[in-house]
């Protein structure tokens, strides 16, 4: 267990929708990334928080958004939903200080979405 | 980014040892070697990493190149469970976030 709650599991939607995906970090990590895996594009990072603040953003469409709340959870809001975003979404947390970069980072189950 | 090359895939026997190599050939100073594994149906798992010396764990060892170039992740008796994908991926200070790869799947056979 990596201590990251990730929920739902599974999500099955329409075409068109929009859905929340909840990542609770390991206690005490104040840095969220959200991933996203897909079958012909693998792990692509989508976006960070760090203490309630977007640190760095990868290849996220403008249709999803993100946000990290006081309590330090997070959610990825995917909307207007197409079928090419059926994917494993992962939220990973870390620790992170500008003394102590390189650490490991702990990745969550994931949640299946299916857009249908 | 640095890039890193693995080979696609890995067959090992069972209780036997792996390695599973890397190569980093346009790594920079300030790049940590970063490996984790990703078991089927799971998130990725930290496995080790280092930045110029060899690093040891309860879960591997992690042989690092004099010049940096390449490195070589060990697992030193395989397990059925250590079937997975694994990711060499190189990390440095700019924004700590995970550039995957295609990783080395490795198949352990009984």
């Known amino acids: 267990d990596s201590g990251v709650t990730q929920t739902p599991k599974h999500l099955i939607t329409a075409t068109g929708q929009r859905v929340t995906l909840r990542c609770s970090p390991r206690?005490?990590?104040?840095?969220v990334y959200w991933y996203q895996q897909s079958l012909d594009q693998g792990l692509q990072f989508l976006i960070q928080y760090y203490n309630g603040e977007e640190r760095a953003k990868g290849n996220i469409l403008e249709r999803f958004s993100a946000q990290q709340f006081p309590d330090l959870h997070s959610e990825l809001n995917l909307s207007s939903l197409e079928l090419g975003d059926s994917a494993l979404y992962f939220c990973?947390?870390?620790?992170?200080?500008?003394?102590?970069?390189?650490?490991?980072?702990?990745f969550g189950q994931g949640t299946r979405l299916t857009v249908v | 980014d640095a890039k890193t090359t693995q080979p696609n895939s890995m067959e090992s026997n069972e209780e036997e040892p792996v390695h599973l190599p890397c190569n980093h050939s346009t790594i920079s100073g300030t790049d940590y070697i970063h490996w984790y594994r990703q078991l089927p149906s799971q998130g990725p798992e930290y496995v080790i990493h280092?930045?110029?010396s060899n690093v040891n764990n309860r879960m591997a060892s992690l042989a690092i190149a004099e010049d940096r170039k390449s490195s070589t992740l060990i697992l030193h008796r395989a397990t059925l469970r250590d079937a997975a994908v694994y990711y060499c991926?190189?990390?440095?200070?700019?924004?700590?976030?995970?550039?995957f790869g295609g990783g080395t799947r490795l198949m352990v056979k009984p």
């Open positions: 991926i190189l990390n440095n200070n700019a924004g700590n976030m995970l550039t």
């Open positions: 280092g930045l110029t």
């Open positions: 990973a947390s870390s620790v992170r200080s500008s003394q102590a970069m390189n650490t490991e980072a702990f």
């Open positions: 206690s005490g990590d104040l840095s």
